[in-house]
Each structure stands twice: as structure tokens, then as C-alpha cells.
């Protein structure tokens, strides 16, 4: 039986380094992808962001979503990047989201078939993880925003099927929002 949990995780940005805090810590992950944006030379992935919010009708606070998805104990990581897809996917429709895999956290090994080694019991918790930056302003101009409440249903959704798709393992969504 899976146990996937929703927390929040505190962070607060000013309204001028939201988007280069965020999504700049991302890419400085493994195998960092998304949707909603090009690899532009003369356009950068956050400017493309931001352009998202300048050109939205709608107005907002929030300005981009910053999600994990961690995980209780060693994984394969064959899975991880699909999983991954299949969450950026679940936005990419009205939303621009860049995601990363992290396997920084804590002293970790991998075998030869990609399999997470915790080095001891106490380590529990320093397994790879995803994050998720997902832009709150949707490159439709007159599509609503990601407010709290939407993103808390779009959290639940993704928790749902996570369940349903992981259903023997240990899976924690944790979430913050970045306002300006």
C-alpha cells in the first residue's frame, strides 16, 4: 500500500528574483527538462517565464509553483524520469513547468542497473527526488492562474494517481509557492 503525503515546505523570494531563484536552482539538477518554453539563445527559460506572467490578463501574487516528489526508500531510477514526464505533462497543457532530478542530498551510491543504495539505515530520506517549478500564469493570456486552491486540487490529483501507478512504496509531494 502506497503512503503519499502532501507538505508544505517554507521559502520566500522577493518579487524580483522569484522566477531565477527557482527555476535557476533547478537547472542545476540532473536530467533537467519541461514544457512550455524553447531552448532559445535569445530568450531564456525564465525570461520565457516571465513572459508568460507580463502577457497573462489575470493578476496574481503567486508567481510560480515549486514542488518535490520524494521518497521514502531506495528506488530504481529507471522510473523516476517517467514519472517526472508524466507529472510535467499533467501541466504542460496551460502551464510552463521545468523539472529536475536531484541526487545531491546525502552521501548515496547507485549500482551498475541504476538501483539507489542508502549507505546505512540512518540515511533514510536522502533518496533522489524530483523538483518541479510550475509558472502560476498560464501562456494562455485569459486562462486563470495556479492559486492555492487550484494547486492544491492539481497536487491531490497527482497524489491520486501516483498511488494508484506506485501502489508499494512511500511517496511525499512537498510544495511552496513563490510570491512577489
Same mark, same amino acid.
Given at each position: %500500500?502506497?503512503?503519499?503525503?502532501?507538505?508544505d515546505f517554507?521559502?520566500?523570494?522577493s518579487?524580483d528574483?522569484?522566477?531565477e531563484?527557482?527555476?535557476g536552482?533547478?537547472? +542545476?539538477k540532473?536530467?533537467?527538462?519541461?514544457?512550455?518554453?524553447?531552448?532559445?539563445?535569445?530568450?531564456?527559460?525564465i525570461? +520565457?517565464?516571465?513572459?508568460s506572467?507580463?502577457?497573462?490578463l489575470?493578476?496574481n501574487?503567486?508567481?510560480i509553483? /515549486?514542488?518535490c516528489?520524494t521518497f521514502a526508500c531506495?528506488?530504481?531510477?529507471?522510473?523516476l524520469?517517467? %514519472?517526472?514526464?508524466?507529472?510535467?505533462?499533467?501541466?504542460?497543457?496551460?502551464?510552463?513547468i521545468?523539472y529536475g532530478l536531484? %541526487?545531491e542530498r546525502?552521501r548515496?551510491?547507485?549500482s551498475?542497473t541504476?538501483?539507489?543504495h542508502y549507505?546505512?539505515k540512518?540515511?533514510?530520506?536522502?533518496?533522489? /527526488?524530483?523538483?518541479?517549478?510550475?509558472?502560476?500564469?498560464?501562456?494562455?493570456?485569459?486562462?486563470?492562474?495556479?492559486?492555492p486552491e487550484? %494547486?492544491?486540487d492539481?497536487l491531490k /490529483?497527482?497524489q491520486?494517481?501516483?498511488?494508484?501507478m506506485?501502489?508499494n512504496m512511500?511517496v511525499?509531494?512537498q510544495?511552496q509557492g513563490?510570491?512577489?
Amino acid at each position: %500500500m502506497s503512503d503519499i503525503r502532501i507538505e508544505d515546505f517554507d521559502g520566500d523570494y522577493s518579487n524580483d528574483v522569484v522566477y531565477e531563484r527557482v527555476l535557476g536552482y533547478i537547472a +542545476q539538477k540532473e536530467c533537467v527538462s519541461g514544457y512550455g518554453f524553447t531552448c532559445n539563445p535569445d530568450l531564456s527559460i525564465i525570461e +520565457q517565464f516571465k513572459l508568460s506572467e507580463f502577457y497573462s490578463l489575470q493578476k496574481n501574487s503567486q508567481k510560480i509553483w /515549486h514542488f518535490c516528489i520524494t521518497f521514502a526508500c531506495q528506488q530504481d531510477l529507471n522510473w523516476l524520469l517517467p %514519472m517526472a514526464v508524466w507529472v510535467a505533462k499533467y501541466f504542460s497543457p496551460g502551464y510552463q513547468i521545468l523539472y529536475g532530478l536531484d %541526487m545531491e542530498r546525502g552521501r548515496h551510491s547507485y549500482s551498475p542497473t541504476g538501483k539507489y543504495h542508502y549507505p546505512s539505515k540512518s540515511s533514510k530520506g536522502n533518496a533522489p /527526488h524530483l523538483h518541479f517549478g510550475v509558472n502560476a500564469f498560464s501562456y494562455h493570456p485569459k486562462a486563470s492562474v495556479l492559486t492555492p486552491e487550484i %494547486m492544491k486540487d492539481c497536487l491531490k /490529483h497527482i497524489q491520486d494517481k501516483l498511488s494508484a501507478m506506485y501502489p508499494n512504496m512511500t511517496v511525499t509531494l512537498q510544495f511552496q509557492g513563490k510570491k512577489g
